[in-house]
């Protein structure tokens, strides 16, 4: 089967997205022809799969470039116009310039190397990958398989006004309409976005999760030392901060200050967070607790596989249908996992899998659970179990095998539904 892919981030540029999309599409067993972008605008990481160019039948990178000075005029157009601004960067995002050269790098393609695609592929985010795969469903008549790594418009980290809102319904509704299948990371966003659409429409959608690769967890193993090393690896950036489990373990340690004594706390990643952890962190009460920056992808697999204990820890809100990349490489790591996640997806996989949660509103839940982790992880440390933590049948759903399995079968059923034959060997 031969597979059209649109997807901005592709190794080695440093996002999730890069990761997701390598580990479908690289060595899939179908003729994939990947665009993907080439931009100066987005760090690099060329740790994550390097081989992955090489996986896929053909790649070919098209230039994203930011205007000069694009900064400076998003701020002042912002402060002259917010619609005017909303449609220039919010509509759907600040990589539409992007949507042009694709289309003009699909139809080269077709003129001159004539290949036969069987269906078409788009990665969102960023959604203007979608916007080109609208534009290819209308000029090609292909079967359409979107696939959404976070909601569109529900997602609360997009802060949309009325306005931005309102344009990326439209849309998100044009693209979930005409796609003939929709791929989401769980079955709590599928309800949650297509809620407000015909129930119908619902039919065309698809559960596919995140995957972990066994293969790079080889040399995972517990610290040598005596004491715990409970990890969190992440970026914190708007609503999603640490200070829910610091004043979780201040305030544990006020009502024992020998609790924690043999942990130390480590949080990996970038981090702006102000004076606030400044004077958390100077208050002698506190346990060890450690900050550090960026890593490299691999270094960060590397760090849950070498901790005692991982922590999980999103935005405050009453539900959430996020399913992080990172928590399947948790699951991968097979190390104890405590989430600090509201109720919903992230936090009933935790459950599943056996690891703790507690809602990021609820201090003194936070507190309970995790001294219940900290003496968890602590019988285990010392007990001879060096089996993968969690039960197996919930591991095995996520591993990269399983999931780019069930992605293959899905783009069977979305050819074959469209009336067209696929060869034997896609199946």
């Given at each position: 089967?031969?597979?059209?892919?649109?997807?901005?981030p592709?190794?080695?540029?440093?996002?999730p997205?890069?990761?997701?999309?390598?580990?479908l599409?690289?060595?899939?067993?179908?003729?994939?022809?990947?665009?993907?972008?080439?931009?100066?605008?987005?760090?690099?990481?060329?740790?994550?799969?390097?081989?992955a160019?090489?996986?896929?039948?053909?790649?070919?990178?098209?230039?994203?470039?930011?205007?000069?000075?694009?900064?400076?005029?998003?701020?002042?157009?912002?402060?002259?116009?917010?619609?005017?601004?909303?449609?220039?960067?919010?509509?759907?995002?600040?990589?539409?310039?992007?949507?042009?050269?694709?289309?003009?790098?699909?139809?080269?393609?077709?003129?001159?190397?004539?290949?036969?695609?069987?269906?078409?592929?788009?990665?969102?985010?960023?959604?203007?990958?979608?916007?080109?795969?609208?534009?290819?469903?209308?000029?090609?008549?292909?079967?359409?398989?979107?696939?959404?790594?976070?909601?569109?418009?529900?997602?609360?980290?997009?802060?949309?006004?009325?306005?931005?809102?309102?344009?990326?319904?439209?849309?998100?509704?044009?693209?979930?309409?005409?796609?003939?299948?929709?791929?989401m990371?769980?079955?709590?966003?599928?309800?949650?976005?297509?809620?407000?659409?015909?129930?119908?429409?619902?039919?065309?959608?698809?559960?596919?999760?995140?995957?972990?690769?066994?293969?790079?967890?080889?040399?995972?193993?517990?610290?040598?030392?005596?004491?715990?090393?409970?990890?969190?690896?992440?970026?914190?950036?708007?609503?999603?901060?640490?200070?829910?489990?610091?004043?979780?373990?201040?305030?544990?340690?006020?009502?024992d200050?020998?609790?924690?004594?043999?942990?130390?706390?480590?949080?990996?990643?970038?981090?702006?967070?102000?004076?606030?952890?400044?004077e958390?962190?100077?208050?002698?009460?506190?346990?060890?607790?450690?900050?550090?920056?960026?890593?490299s992808?691999?270094?960060?697999?590397?760090?849950?596989?070498?901790?005692?204990?991982?922590?999980?820890?999103?935005?405050?809100?009453?539900?959430?249908?996020?399913?992080?990349?990172?928590?399947?490489?948790?699951?991968?790591?097979?190390?104890?996992?405590?989430?600090?996640?509201?109720?919903?997806?992230?936090?009933?996989?935790?459950?599943?899998?056996g690891?703790?949660?507690?809602?990021?509103?609820?201090?003194?839940?936070?507190?309970?659970?995790?001294?219940?982790?900290?003496?968890?992880?602590?019988?285990?440390?010392?007990?001879?179990?060096?089996?993968?933590?969690?039960?197996?049948?919930?591991?095995?759903?996520?591993?990269?095998?399983?999931?780019?399995?069930?992605?293959?079968?899905?783009?069977?059923?979305?050819?074959?539904?469209?009336?067209?034959?696929?060869?034997?060997?896609?199946?």
């Amino acid at each position: 089967m031969n597979v059209l892919a649109i997807s901005f981030p592709f190794p080695p540029m440093a996002l999730p997205r890069s990761i997701q999309v390598a580990r479908l599409l690289s060595g899939l067993g179908s003729a994939v022809t990947l665009i993907c972008a080439e931009t100066d605008a987005i760090k690099l990481d060329t740790t994550i799969y390097p081989e992955a160019e090489r996986e896929v039948e053909k790649l070919v990178r098209v230039k994203f470039t930011a205007p000069p000075l694009s900064k400076q005029f998003s701020r002042v157009l912002y402060r002259l116009s917010r619609k005017r601004w909303n449609e220039r960067y919010r509509n759907p995002d600040q990589y539409r310039s992007w949507v042009k050269p694709v289309l003009e790098t699909v139809t080269g393609l077709l003129e001159t190397e004539e290949p036969r695609f069987d269906c078409i592929v788009t990665f969102g985010q960023p959604f203007t990958c979608h916007m080109i795969g609208l534009e290819l469903k209308r000029r090609l008549s292909l079967p359409w398989v979107a696939y959404f790594s976070d909601p569109w418009i529900e997602n609360q980290f997009n802060e949309y006004d009325s306005h931005a809102r309102e344009l990326n319904l439209r849309s998100e509704s044009l693209v979930l309409q005409q796609a003939d299948m929709v791929l989401m990371n769980s079955s709590e966003t599928i309800d949650l976005v297509f809620s407000k659409y015909p129930v119908e429409l619902k039919d065309k959608a698809r559960v596919l999760p995140h995957a972990f690769d066994e293969e790079l967890f080889k040399e995972a193993s517990s610290p040598a030392s005596d004491r715990l090393l409970i990890r969190h690896i992440g970026e914190f950036y708007g609503p999603r901060t640490p200070y829910p489990v610091l004043r979780a373990l201040l305030h544990g340690r006020k009502v024992d200050s020998t609790r924690y004594e043999d942990v130390t706390f480590e949080f990996i990643g970038p981090y702006d967070l102000g004076p606030e952890l400044d004077e958390i962190l100077s208050d002698p009460l506190l346990p060890d607790v450690r900050f550090g920056g960026r890593i490299s992808y691999l270094e960060s697999l590397a760090a849950m596989g070498q901790s005692d204990g991982l922590l999980l820890i999103d935005a405050p809100s009453e539900q959430s249908v996020f399913l992080p990349s990172k928590l399947i490489d948790y699951i991968g790591s097979g190390k104890p996992i405590c989430g600090i996640t509201p109720p919903g997806t992230a936090n009933s996989l935790i459950r599943e899998i056996g690891g703790l949660t507690a809602d990021p509103m609820d201090i003194e839940s936070i507190e309970r659970v995790l001294a219940d982790f900290v003496d968890q992880v602590r019988d285990r440390k010392h007990s001879a179990d060096r089996l993968p933590w969690g039960r197996p049948d919930v591991r095995s759903r996520f591993a990269r095998v399983a999931v780019q399995c069930k992605f293959s079968k899905y783009l069977v059923e979305c050819v074959k539904s469209s009336g067209r034959e696929v060869e034997p060997d896609a199946v």
